[in-house]
């Protein structure tokens, strides 16, 4: 599965972003997909997860309220849509697909990278203050 990522940018805080994640190559159906963000110095971390089945969502507290993760099938997309940016929301944004057997469609992916098999390469959000 290959992953690519687009949408990031400068936006001045209190803007909002919506950010894309492309898969092709395999079948995005099978894959719980999640978005985490990388700031210089920091540690990768979550940001939002969404089921393989779309039915289940999870964000990390630093994002609750302001993001949302969705996805399309027939598009084979995931999105991430950002609003009230805030400077501390600067960072490289990647997504990343973990598989799911058909009994696990529910399941949103964990906050841990490792737990992951594929990740995009990332787009740059800058949000000026």
């Known amino acids: 599965v290959q992953l690519q990522a687009s949408g990031g940018g400068l936006v001045q805080a209190g803007g909002s972003l919506r950010l894309s994640c492309a898969a092709s190559?395999?079948?995005?159906?099978?894959?719980?997909m999640s978005w985490f963000r990388q700031a210089p110095g920091k540690e990768r971390e979550f940001v939002a997860g969404?089921?393989?089945?779309?039915?289940?969502?999870a964000y990390a507290d630093s994002v609750k309220g302001r993001v949302t993760i969705s996805r399309d099938v027939a598009k084979k997309t995931v999105y991430l849509e950002m609003i009230r940016l805030k400077p501390e929301d600067t960072a490289v944004y990647h997504c990343a697909a973990d598989y799911r057997i058909l009994s696990d469609s529910r399941r949103v992916g964990g906050p841990r990278p490792s737990e992951y098999d594929y990740w995009g390469q990332g787009t740059l959000v800058t949000v000026s203050s």
């Open positions: 190559g395999g079948s995005f159906s099978r894959y719980a």
């Open positions: 969404i089921s393989s089945s779309g039915g289940n969502t």
